[in-house]
């Protein structure tokens, strides 16, 4: 009997047990089922679609037409002590701390698959450039969840430290692989001519982002229809009940399971409690950025070949380290301190984001960001035609 079942007879048993008893929960719950989907729509729609589409056009574009290459000429000096990887790979880190999820994630596969990055470079920058976007911190965490847009800057301060110090650790990350720079013969690569990239970075974000929303739908009624058959609740007490040495209570279980499984929806769960506890929860949250963002980057990872277990380990840890980060930040910068008053004023209009004020934020912010690369090809272009020129004369008085 034991040769008929093998275990992946078992595994696949519990699988078809799994989607049947899916299905008869939708069978049973339509209406939660639907109300959870028409959440999960308005959340595209409004926040996901306009903020990500700018960033991942923008993205696109930067690796294409090799724009990458010039702030790697400039940020190698830094990128390469600090996190072993070259001086392209620090598009990634940018753009991921601006943009939010998943866009640092989708820059670093796109350097990685078009060789302006070795396979160990682009696993290191996976651990730690897949970080949330100022906008969702500062505004729907910060303002939305705790009333303070100080707590969202305590909270966006943590994340994008914990992420740096990530990057860090994981320069340890095989470490007889050192960062492929231009010295050491430099990743080759050539340019896209610019209407072949545009339109490739246009087509390929708007599937980008269809994939990120399926996969938002899927868990946002997912985590609906196990809340509403008991399924969350009891999970949550057996694992309060596993961690009752550390004062783990069932309610806190339950939000740390909501915020493992999809994001937005385990902050928003932060309504009550104290507030160190919070703050730390919703940290950690924010450094993990829960399964939901998981399997968007693991779509974009397709057949590339690149280590899902890094990027992992990288989020549990950042989580871990931005919950510690905002104890030490918290004594720093009180709540009730009076610093950043102007930016905490300005989130309070960030909460409530509707599809216009978010696509305007998203485009402008963008747009800034590509104007910044821009300013930087021109310059460096100039630098070196003016190295060409001192050089040429130089060779001209030798050789008269």
């Given at each position: 009997?034991?040769?008929?079942?093998?275990r992946?007879?078992?595994?696949?048993?519990?699988?078809g047990?799994?989607?049947?008893?899916?299905?008869?929960?939708?069978?049973?719950?339509?209406?939660?089922?639907?109300?959870?989907?028409?959440?999960?729509?308005?959340?595209?729609?409004?926040?996901?679609?306009?903020?990500?589409?700018?960033?991942?056009?923008?993205?696109?574009?930067?690796?294409?037409?090799?724009?990458?290459?010039?702030?790697?000429?400039?940020?190698?000096p830094?990128?390469?002590?600090?996190?072993?990887?070259?001086?392209?790979?620090?598009?990634?880190?940018?753009?991921?701390?601006?943009?939010?999820?998943?866009?640092?994630?989708?820059?670093?596969?796109?350097?990685?698959?078009?060789?302006?990055?070795?396979?160990?470079?682009a696993?290191?920058?996976?651990?730690?450039?897949?970080?949330?976007?100022?906008?969702?911190?500062?505004?729907?965490?910060?303002?939305g969840?705790?009333?303070?847009?100080?707590?969202?800057?305590?909270?966006y301060?943590?994340?994008?430290?914990?992420?740096?110090l990530?990057?860090?650790?994981?320069?340890?990350?095989?470490?007889?692989?050192?960062?492929?720079?231009?010295?050491?013969?430099?990743?080759?690569?050539?340019?896209?001519?610019?209407?072949?990239?545009?339109?490739?970075?246009?087509?390929?974000?708007?599937?980008?982002?269809?994939?990120?929303?399926?996969?938002?739908?899927?868990?946002?009624?997912?985590?609906?229809?196990?809340?509403?058959?008991?399924?969350?609740?009891?999970l949550?007490?057996?694992?309060?009940?596993?961690?009752?040495?550390?004062?783990?209570?069932?309610?806190?279980?339950?939000?740390?399971?909501?915020?493992?499984?999809?994001?937005?929806?385990?902050?928003t769960?932060?309504?009550?409690?104290?507030?160190?506890?919070?703050?730390?929860?919703?940290?950690?949250?924010?450094?993990?950025?829960?399964?939901?963002?998981?399997?968007?980057?693991?779509?974009?990872?397709?057949?590339?070949?690149?280590?899902m277990?890094?990027?992992?380990?990288?989020?549990?840890?950042?989580?871990?380290?931005?919950?510690?980060?905002?104890?030490?930040?918290?004594?720093?910068?009180?709540?009730?301190?009076?610093?950043?008053?102007?930016?905490?004023?300005?989130?309070?209009?960030?909460?409530?984001?509707?599809?216009?004020?978010?696509?305007?934020?998203?485009?402008?912010?963008?747009?800034?960001?590509?104007?910044?690369?821009?300013?930087?090809?021109?310059?460096?272009?100039?630098?070196?035609?003016?190295?060409e020129?001192?050089?040429?004369?130089?060779?001209?008085?030798?050789?008269?």
């Open positions: 009997m034991g040769k008929i079942l093998g992946q007879h078992y595994r696949d048993a519990l699988l047990l799994g989607l049947l008893w899916g299905a008869c929960a939708l069978v049973l719950w339509p209406e939660q089922a639907m109300g959870a989907m028409g959440d999960g729509l308005r959340l595209c729609a409004n926040v996901i679609l306009p903020s990500l589409f700018p960033f991942f056009v923008l993205s696109s574009l930067v690796v294409e037409l090799g724009l990458t290459r010039y702030l790697g000429r400039l940020l190698e830094v990128m390469a002590p600090l996190f072993r990887v070259n001086g392209a790979c620090a598009a990634a880190l940018a753009l991921g701390a601006v943009g939010g999820y998943p866009v640092g994630a989708r820059t670093a596969i796109q350097l990685y698959q078009s060789g302006q990055c070795t396979r160990t470079e696993e290191r920058l996976l651990a730690f450039c897949n970080n949330s976007g100022p906008a969702f911190i500062l505004g729907a965490v910060g303002a969840v705790f009333g303070s847009g100080v707590a969202g800057l305590l909270l301060l943590a994340h994008l430290l914990a992420s740096l990530v990057g860090v650790l994981f320069r340890f990350y095989k470490p007889d692989q050192g960062p492929r720079t231009r010295r050491a013969g430099g990743p080759q690569f050539q340019a896209v001519p610019f209407p072949r990239a545009f339109t490739r970075s246009v087509t390929g974000s708007l599937q980008s982002l269809l994939n990120i929303c399926a996969f938002v739908l899927f868990f946002t009624v997912f985590l609906r229809i196990l809340t509403r058959a008991g399924v969350l609740a009891a949550a007490r057996g694992l309060s009940a596993l961690l009752s040495p550390l004062g783990l209570s069932q309610l806190w279980a339950e939000r740390l399971l909501t915020g493992l499984v999809e994001l937005s929806s385990g902050v769960s932060l309504t009550d409690g104290t507030l160190y506890g919070r703050l730390s929860m919703a940290a950690f949250m924010l450094g993990w950025a829960g399964a939901s963002v998981h399997c968007q980057v693991l779509a974009f990872l397709g057949d590339s070949g690149l280590s277990g890094t990027y992992v380990a990288g989020k549990l840890l950042h989580g871990g380290l931005s919950a510690l980060l905002v104890g030490a930040l918290t004594r720093l910068i009180p709540l009730d301190s009076p610093v950043s008053l102007y930016l905490a004023q300005q989130a309070e209009t960030i909460a409530q984001l509707d599809f216009h004020r978010a696509l305007t934020i998203s485009a402008v912010a963008a747009w800034a960001v590509w104007l910044a690369f821009l300013a930087l090809a021109v310059s460096m272009a100039r630098a070196g035609r003016g190295r020129k001192k050089t040429s004369g130089k060779n001209r008085r030798s050789v008269l």
